[in-house]
């Protein structure tokens, strides 16, 4: 039997590439032909999956995390000169602790200093990917990066020109928030990092004025595009400031590792994330990989850590929903890494592979 493994990352647990190596091994000791093909929607694992898959390089270079630490970050490069850049390496939710985190300080300026860091390498085209960030600064933090490194005055409105016009930046994003209203990045995703419902109300008047100074400078507003406010409102500068288009990312990559070509003769798929719900529906890992299997009528199995919303998953089209985890088992306990493993390993000798 041929098994394609196209699996998200379980986040804040395993790596993609740890999932699937985890299936792999259980998977191939009872005989299977098995291709592990390392996934990310451009959130969490995001830089190993592209890099791997575009066969490039790994740099490490000096930045600053969310509260402006020294620290360093690490983005890849191709062979051919692109940079892929997962931007929580610089300000993602999990360089602060839970006491740390105010979105109305924590800043996007390390995001900057890394695509500044790929320019002066020769860098001109750039892959970045926007989850699990941090910050809701609608990166103003990255654009005064930039200024400060390229210009002397230090204005954000003088942005070098010379070498970021040459430069195209294609976001890897699922988001279709606008940057500010009831719908954006601070009423939506606010909360979640950190941010109180007054700190909600600041941070999108914040939001809508930078907008409207943009605007006015520009001669546009792109401040309501779908994805604007991904990243808390980075998608927005990307899109008004610089040669930008946005792509799913989960589309992007399994473009780029040409996934149709891979499922050719395969018998089954099977494709996971950490937690699998509802909202996997909306153009997630998972629902993406079934829509390019259905093609070509390849069952794909849903195996989640956690999988809730099963009927609604399975009428989807999955043709099988389930959770790795056991359901009396703390979720503090089942997030650690060899548990995890183990979980994955007693699920599939115990439920996939069980004769019953």
């Not at 039997?1 to 699937?20: H, P, R, T």
């Not at 909360?191 to 909600?200: D, F, N, R, S």
């Not at 996971?272 to 153009?283: F, I, N, S, V």
Request: hydrophobic residues 40%; proline residues 4%.
């Amino acid at each position: 039997m041929k098994i394609v493994l196209a699996i998200d990352s379980f986040k804040g647990c395993l790596s993609s590439q740890e999932v699937e190596e985890t299936f792999a091994g259980a998977l191939q000791q009872q005989g299977a032909e098995v291709i592990a093909l390392p996934m990310s929607d451009g959130g969490e694992g995001m830089l190993e999956a592209f890099i791997s898959t575009l066969q490039g390089s790994f740099i490490d270079a000096p930045a600053h995390d969310p509260l402006m630490r020294p620290i360093r970050a690490r983005y890849g490069r191709t062979a051919d000169g692109m940079a892929v850049i997962e931007t929580a390496r610089t300000c993602g939710l999990t360089l602060m602790t839970a006491e740390e985190r105010n979105p109305l300080l924590a800043t996007t300026y390390g995001v900057g200093e890394l695509i500044a860091h790929a320019i002066k390498q020769g860098c001109r085209n750039f892959i970045i990917g926007l989850g699990g960030s941090g910050t809701s600064d609608a990166g103003m933090g990255m654009l005064q990066a930039l200024a400060d490194i390229f210009t002397t005055n230090q204005k954000i409105e003088e942005l070098p020109d010379s070498c970021l016009n040459e430069c195209h930046f294609t976001l890897a994003c699922d988001v279709r928030n606008p940057l500010y209203g009831p719908h954006g990045a601070a009423h939506i995703f606010g909360p979640q990092k950190g941010a109180t419902p007054e700190m909600v109300c600041q941070l999108d008047e914040r939001a809508k004025q930078f907008a409207q100074e943009s605007a006015r400078r520009m001669g546009k507003d792109l401040s309501q595009h779908p994805g604007a406010g991904a990243a808390g409102g980075l998608g927005y500068a990307f899109l008004q400031y610089f040669h930008t288009r946005m792509e799913s990312g989960a589309d992007l990559l399994l473009d780029l590792i040409h996934f149709d070509q891979q499922l050719k003769g395969a018998d089954l798929v099977i494709t996971g994330e950490g937690h699998a719900d509802r909202q996997t529906l909306m153009g997630k890992l998972p629902e993406r990989v079934l829509r390019h299997a259905q093609k070509q009528n390849i069952p794909v199995w849903l195996l989640a850590g956690q999988a809730d919303d099963t009927a609604q998953l399975l009428e989807a089209g999955f043709a099988k929903v389930d959770s790795i985890t056991p359901k009396e088992m703390p979720l503090e306990e089942a997030l650690q890494a060899e548990t995890a493993k183990r979980n994955i390993r007693k699920f599939i000798f115990e439920k996939l592979l069980s004769p019953t």
